[in-house]
């Protein structure tokens, strides 16, 4: 078979066929392989809490992302070569933006340079379809599910962002347990051109209602933020939201809003555990701390003109840390609590080995997970964000 030397031309080729717009991903997976002259190549999805690979073609097999070659290009965001007595196969990460996805496996006899380029420019467009059709194919969503889902949490996770989003400026990053029973916890995070928004919310209770308060309060906050208003606004629109609609429901909350040109940090808490802050592999003891102001919903009546925000000038390199009180309340494996100063000493221990911000809210999660005594009392949800500037 011929093929162009150009990857970037045959995926046009491929793409410009509007016999390919309406196949389902496996089919075009095997169709835009045949583009490219690649002898085969399988999709492999990540499930929600991030433990195995789950492939789209029902020939292949489950793999562990701790246990496997595939699950290291996962957790490094890097390419892997595997080789067995049929050939090679190169395990690329499927990556949209910032986000990890899950992993493409590349079937060739042999990785020559020009293979390993028609095997990435495969992987960037199957990153881009798979973000494009999880929304509404179910068959995404039961490929990223290994249990039963209760309604509170497929109510929350309908309305989640994506786990990781970035630029060259910032990353983003949040983890939230326990995945399929969640109540009321839920995070945030959105770009603008000069902006990275944050924010994690804790609805009192652990049912459908934590859950709609919850919702409600991340789309009063949405609608608000995307009309140019405030931090301040912002709290208010919430208070106003579930006043109006939950008024027998609160939740505390941390909202954040970081100009990726200064690195200046805005924030306002309402009830919530301070953010933490981490410069130079140390946590600055009360840094983020101010007076927490009441929780957002009924308790706001009790507040006395518009919710105050503070301020903060970030270095380069900084990371901050929301959480909540699920993450830190939660048991080791000796039986204590987690607590503030050991999990800010796991984040500070990753960061000093260089290891990629989801990937390390990921190993934390399920250190306290896999603990053998593990009893998540509350939701924990966590959020961390760096900001970095590019600089000349």
Not at 85 to 91: E, I, K, P, Q, R
């Given at each position: 078979m011929t093929v162009p030397e150009s990857a970037e031309g045959l995926l046009g080729e491929f793409l410009a066929d509007p016999r390919n717009l309406p196949l389902d991903l496996a089919t075009s997976v095997a169709s835009a392989s045949r583009a490219?002259?690649?002898?085969?190549?399988?999709?492999?999805?990540?499930?929600?809490?991030?433990?195995?690979?789950?492939?789209?073609?029902?020939?292949?097999?489950?793999?562990?992302?701790?246990?496997?070659?595939?699950?290291?290009?996962?957790?490094?965001?890097?390419?892997?070569?595997?080789?067995?007595?049929?050939?090679?196969?190169?395990?690329?990460?499927?990556?949209?933006?910032?986000?990890?996805?899950?992993?493409?496996?590349?079937?060739?006899?042999?990785?020559?340079?020009?293979?390993?380029?028609?095997?990435?420019?495969?992987?960037?467009?199957?990153?881009?379809?798979?973000?494009?059709k999880r929304t509404y194919k179910d068959s995404f969503v039961r490929s990223s599910r290994t249990a039963p889902m209760e309604l509170p949490a497929e109510l929350l996770r309908a309305y989640l962002p994506p786990r990781t989003i970035g630029t060259t400026h910032t990353v983003s990053t949040a983890v939230l347990e326990p995945a399929y029973q969640v109540g009321g916890d839920a995070y945030d995070h959105a770009l603008s051109e000069h902006a990275l928004h944050a924010g994690i919310v804790d609805a009192v209770g652990h049912n459908l209602a934590s859950g709609l308060t919850a919702v409600v309060s991340l789309a009063a906050c949405r609608n608000a933020r995307r009309t140019g208003a405030d931090l301040p606004d912002l709290a208010g629109a919430v208070d106003e939201a579930l006043i109006e609609w939950l008024p027998d429901q609160f939740c505390t909350a941390v909202l954040a809003r970081v100009d990726l040109s200064t690195g200046l940090m805005r924030w306002v808490n309402c009830g919530h555990p301070p953010p933490l802050l981490i410069r130079d592999r140390n946590v600055l003891a009360g840094a983020l701390e101010r007076p927490a102001q009441p929780p957002m919903g009924y308790p706001s009546r009790f507040v006395s003109g518009p919710r105050e925000a503070h301020e903060f000038a970030l270095k380069p390199g900084d990371r901050v840390l929301m959480y909540t009180d699920g993450v830190t309340e939660a048991r080791t494996a000796d039986g204590s609590e987690l607590g503030l100063d050991r999990f800010a000493d796991h984040i500070i221990r990753a960061t000093a080995t260089g290891e990629l911000a989801p990937e390390t809210l990921r190993r934390l999660i399920h250190s306290l997970l896999d603990a053998e005594e593990h009893r998540l009392r509350d939701d924990a949800t966590i959020l961390m964000f760096e900001w970095r500037p590019v600089t000349a």
């Open positions: 490219l002259g690649l002898r085969g190549a399988v999709v492999y999805i990540a499930d929600i809490q991030q433990r195995r690979l789950t492939p789209l073609n029902a020939a292949a097999s489950a793999l562990v992302i701790d246990d496997s070659l595939a699950g290291w290009s996962y957790r490094t965001q890097s390419l892997r070569v595997e080789e067995d007595d049929d050939g090679l196969t190169a395990w690329l990460p499927l990556i949209d933006g910032s986000e990890r996805l899950g992993v493409l496996a590349v079937r060739a006899p042999s990785l020559d340079p020009g293979v390993l380029r028609r095997g990435r420019a495969l992987a960037a467009l199957l990153a881009m379809m798979v973000t494009s």
